[in-house]
């Protein structure tokens, strides 16, 4: 039998690869490492005496309707408020363009349901986020990577690829990106590049996919408008938001706003994939939107991601050797910074050392579709302690320095 089940399995699944990522996680878990590699927010951040209350309150108090199967859709009460938190970002979204979801993967996991047919050519940043690629992957999605620099996505490279696709009848289903601070990058779209792609979106008729869970995590600079927003209901643009890196990310709860019709799809999707969304963590988010307290842990979570932030940049301004080809990104929000290494170096080799040097990041292989990221790596700010973080970089940087004549 054991020798049959390659034959078994679905096409969809043979496609599929292992996260190289979450494989040299597994590495880097032994004691000493000081890691920058996960994704994780840190565990400081959670309300966990507040949680405990509130699920003990919701399911005396509302635990008939906490324990039970919820609609499809999302909890109303739950739904409403967030379209209460999402007026404060100028975007009024009624209760049948949001779905509430099993946090953000699954959201990506129905666009990649409901749009993506086997082969199809879907347009993704090189770098793009992980778990976005290995969820398209899971619908053989062609992908074709546009360069990022400082202002997020190229959106010139975008009209030429999309010009010449065009050409060739092969337009993609959608674009997908993470404006605000992108995994791994940690660049922000600029609002220019912001109104460039909507408009090459509608010229042409083509979907956006914003995935923005970092969005409320700003830590300089000025808030910029969403794509969801400039579209101003046109539904050009599928929007993917999150409780993961603002609340926690164990309650498994995000929303998904789309035009009417996406909407229809999606649910229909959803209800394939589990049913509902868990209605204990929608009753524990409600009562905690409903007491007011999302905003002040928003806060607090900025306050203490902006000092990490600030002590990292620091610490690689201080330990990082000067050469024209180290350079990083400076984000001004989110849990992540890239640093780019000379050409010389490969960095998943590069990654062994840092390993024996008990310091340890993702190599930026991962999150190219083609090849690249061989001399660039993200660096997550969020998980270790401010001292963690000066000594990491202070590692890192003498491994590097090591390789520099090679
Ligand atoms: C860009 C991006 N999208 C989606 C996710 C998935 O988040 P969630 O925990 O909401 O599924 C992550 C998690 O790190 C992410 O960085």
Redesign the pocket.
């Known amino acids: 039998m054991l020798s049959r089940l390659e034959l078994l399995f679905s096409i969809n699944v043979t496609g599929m690869k292992k996260s190289v990522i979450r494989e040299l996680l597994k590495l880097t878990q032994k004691p000493d490492i000081i890691s920058f590699a996960g994704?994780l927010p840190s565990p400081e951040t959670f309300p966990i005496d507040q949680v405990a209350d509130l699920a003990r309150e919701v399911i005396r108090e509302d635990g008939t309707w906490a324990l039970q199967y919820g609609p499809t859709e999302g909890d109303p009460r739950l739904k409403e408020a967030i379209a209460g938190f999402m007026a404060t970002e100028n975007i009024r979204v009624k209760p049948e363009n949001l779905l509430i979801?099993?946090?953000?993967?699954?959201?990506?996991d129905l666009v990649g349901k409901v749009f993506v047919n086997r082969h199809n050519p879907v347009i993704i940043g090189r770098p793009s986020?992980v778990?976005?690629i290995g969820a398209f992957r899971s619908y053989a999605a062609n992908f074709i990577g546009v360069d990022l620099d400082d202002e997020g996505i190229r959106t010139d490279e975008l009209r030429m690829l999309l010009k010449q696709m065009r050409l060739e009848g092969n337009l993609p289903k959608f674009i997908y990106t993470?404006p605000d601070f992108?995994?791994?990058a940690g660049v922000t779209l600029s609002l220019k590049r912001r109104q460039e792609l909507l408009a090459l979106a509608r010229e042409y008729q083509i979907l956006i996919v914003e995935?923005?869970?970092?969005r409320q995590l700003r830590y300089v600079g000025r808030h910029l408008p969403t794509l969801y927003e400039l579209d101003e209901g046109e539904g050009i643009v599928i929007s993917?938001?999150?409780?993961?890196?603002i609340l926690f990310?164990g309650m498994?709860?995000?929303w998904v706003m789309a035009s009417t019709p996406i909407m229809e799809k999606f649910i229909i999707a959803k209800q394939s994939m589990d049913l509902c969304t868990s209605a204990l963590s929608q009753a524990i988010a409600y009562e905690y939107f409903k007491r007011g307290w999302l905003e002040t842990h928003i806060q607090e979570n900025i306050a203490l991601y902006r000092k990490k932030r600030s002590v990292m940049l620091e610490a690689l301004e201080k330990y990082m050797p000067g050469h024209p080809e180290i350079s990083w990104t400076k984000p001004e929000g989110?849990?992540?910074l890239w640093v780019t290494i000379p050409e010389n170096i490969d960095v998943d080799r590069l990654f062994y050392q840092a390993l024996e040097a008990n310091v340890a990041y993702v190599s930026g292989t991962g999150f190219y579709t083609d090849g690249g990221g061989k001399h660039a790596m993200r660096l997550n700010f969020s998980y270790p302690s401010e001292s963690q973080i000066v000594t990491g970089i202070q590692r890192l940087a003498e491994v590097i320095s090591g390789n520099l004549d090679i």
């Open positions: 994704g979801v099993s946090a953000a993967q699954q959201g990506l986020y778990g976005a993470v992108q995994n791994p995935d923005t869970p970092y993917i938001h999150t409780f993961s890196k990310p498994r709860l995000g989110g849990l992540f």
